[in-house]
């Protein structure tokens, strides 16, 4: 009986085991991981060019480029220096090719008042060498999310707008120039938001007797989002739309939650592929909002159309771990930096990196240097390699006033805090020798805690802790985008960092 019973659990095992695994195997992966929100995508021939969000980090607008829709690298951005006009915000990019220019209609808050207007870039590149032209709309207290799209000849251009004017959220739309670079006439109501449930990234393709509108409602982002995609379709262009009985097409999954925020590309064979933002359940806000990709599929003629999810390309954690090059002359694109609270100053000579710059007085963590976290759980290393009074080493940087990390500075090492916006030092220790090279290291796991460590001569790492050895980091993300780890510097503009290496290592797939 005992032996029947122990078969009879083996089999169960295996067939458990044989269903679980397609199923396993079918998990959903973001094609661009790490922080990409609100993207916009092209194709040009056989290549694709897809842009995102950058929000507060500079340089803006990161743009990335593949020949499958589910590899993608990264080529540059689209601003290398801030728009003289903008100072904040840098949201919502739409990509749009029309009279072989590429054009970038993009979101920003403008300097004199802080209200968020829509502007636009040209290039004759998909990915360089954009030129900015400034405002092209204002419109009452918000104007974001634009959306391009062509009627037969007739270019159209489409904006959220009423979001900040104490009245409902509306999808405006207007006539635009065929140079793309101005509107014509007034603007029109495409849609209404009377149940306040928030209306936003709307995206519109024509198919059959009908135009269809995509779009986005709830709360975007942070912790609390419950962001889905819905359509709805008219005869017109300008509406009324009606929108679908089975609302929401895109919502939460096993894996991904608060799907929103895309637009569409066709494929050489005709098909219809949507790129947007979700984050990922198991890292949420550490992780931010990555890029996915969804196939549209069109049952019947004017029949409403579906999503199927995709998955990118496997991958395991050990594959995305960056690994920083200091020996050639420019800085890896990974690199970004928080542009209203620091000018950084970035060079690269006999294979270290040189880092300093002019850092504002009310800025207690100084310059963060730092790249897009693809998975929670990692850890992160760098040598030092100068000696001075500035702090050099590493940090996890939210904001100006949230971040942590550990730095040597004079003959110590420092583990230290800013958190609202109050700086304070949790642990130090001596240095053995402070004029050779100094290593740090952080790592994060994925109940939200931080350990440190530091060493010379490759001896046996030192923690340095505070209390508790682990240290609390659910202090660090902001509203709309996630915690960055990476380099810091604090110090005179007549000082510097310098390091001889920078690796982050991913250490658990799941996260």
């Known amino acids: 009986?005992?032996?029947?019973?122990?078969?009879?659990?083996?089999?169960?095992?295996?067939?458990?085991?044989?269903?679980?695994?397609?199923?396993?195997?079918?998990?959903?992966?973001?094609?661009?991981?790490?922080?990409?929100?609100?993207?916009?995508?092209?194709?040009?021939?056989?290549?694709?060019?897809?842009?995102?969000?950058?929000?507060?980090?500079?340089?803006?607008?990161?743009?990335?480029?593949?020949t499958d829709l589910k590899n993608w690298k990264q080529t540059g951005y689209v601003f290398k220096q801030t728009p003289e006009w903008a100072n904040a915000s840098f949201w919502a990019p739409e990509y749009y090719y029309h009279n072989k220019t590429y054009f970038i209609y993009y979101t920003a808050r403008r300097k004199k008042d802080g209200i968020s207007c829509i502007g636009v870039a040209t290039s004759k590149y998909p990915d360089r060498d954009f030129k900015d032209h400034g405002i092209i709309i204002e419109y009452g207290k918000e104007a974001i999310d634009a959306f391009v799209f062509n009627d037969n000849g007739q270019l159209y251009i489409t904006w959220k707008a009423y979001g900040l004017d104490g009245r409902p959220i509306e999808i405006l739309g207007s006539k635009l120039a065929n140079d793309g670079l101005t509107l014509v006439g007034k603007a029109f109501t495409m849609m209404k938001d009377d149940k306040g449930i928030g209306l936003e990234g709307q995206s519109i393709l024509k198919?059959?007797?009908?135009?269809?509108?995509?779009?986005?409602?709830?709360?975007?982002c942070g912790s609390k989002c419950d962001y889905?995609?819905?359509?709805?379709?008219?005869?017109?262009?300008?509406?009324?739309?009606?929108?679908?009985t089975k609302n929401p097409l895109l919502n939460e999954n096993e894996w991904w939650k608060c799907s929103g925020h895309g637009t569409f590309v066709n494929s050489p064979e005709g098909k219809f592929y949507y790129i947007y933002h979700a984050?990922?359940?198991?890292?949420?806000?550490?992780?931010?909002?990555?890029g996915m990709l969804a196939e549209l599929t069109w049952p019947e003629k004017n029949e409403w159309p579906e999503f199927k999810e995709l998955s990118a390309a496997p991958t395991k954690p050990s594959i995305n771990n960056f690994v920083a090059n200091f020996s050639g002359k420019m800085p890896s694109l990974d690199w970004q930096w928080d542009f209203r609270n620091s000018s950084p100053k970035i060079t690269q000579q006999k294979g270290n990196l040189h880092l300093s710059g002019a850092i504002k007085k009310e800025n207690n963590t100084g310059i963060a240097l730092t790249i897009r976290p693809y998975h929670l759980n990692y850890e992160m290393t760098?040598?030092?390699?100068?000696?001075?009074?500035?702090?050099?080493?590493?940090?996890i940087y939210?904001?100006?006033?949230?971040?942590?990390?550990?730095?040597?500075?004079?003959?110590?090492?420092?583990?230290?805090?800013?958190?609202?916006?109050?700086?304070?030092?949790?642990?130090?220790?001596?240095?053995?020798?402070?004029g050779i090279p100094v290593e740090l290291k952080m790592v994060v796991k994925p109940d939200l805690t931080t350990r440190i460590y530091w060493r010379q001569k490759s001896e046996a790492w030192k923690e340095l802790s505070a209390g508790d050895k682990a240290y609390s980091i659910d202090f660090l993300p902001q509203w709309d985008r996630?915690?960055?780890?990476?380099?810091?510097?604090?110090?005179?503009?007549?000082?510097?960092?310098?390091?001889?290496?920078?690796?982050?290592?991913?250490?658990?797939?799941k996260s």
């Open 1 to 66: 009986m005992r032996l029947l019973f122990k078969y009879l659990l083996f089999l169960a095992v295996v067939q458990f085991t044989a269903i679980a695994q397609p199923l396993f195997a079918q998990e959903i992966t973001a094609v661009i991981p790490g922080d990409f929100a609100d993207p916009s995508i092209i194709r040009k021939g056989n290549e694709y060019y897809a842009v995102g969000t950058s929000s507060e980090w500079a340089p803006h607008f990161p743009m990335f480029k593949s």
């Open 279 to 290: 984050y990922n359940k198991a890292s949420s806000v550490f992780t931010g909002r990555q």
């Open 398 to 434: 939210g904001d100006a006033n949230a971040a942590i990390g550990v730095g040597t500075a004079g003959n110590k090492v420092q583990f230290w805090v800013v958190k609202d916006n109050k700086e304070t030092l949790l642990s130090a220790s001596t240095l053995d020798n402070p």
């Open 482 to 509: 996630s915690p960055r780890p990476g380099l810091n510097f604090k110090g005179n503009p007549t000082e510097e960092a310098r390091f001889s290496s920078f690796e982050l290592t991913y250490l658990d797939s």
């Open 382 to 395: 760098t040598t030092v390699v100068n000696n001075n009074n500035a702090l050099k080493g590493l940090v």
């Open 228 to 244: 889905n995609v819905r359509v709805a379709r008219s005869k017109t262009f300008e509406g009324p739309y009606e929108d679908h």
């Open 207 to 220: 198919k059959d007797d009908y135009y269809y509108m995509f779009y986005s409602v709830g709360n975007c």
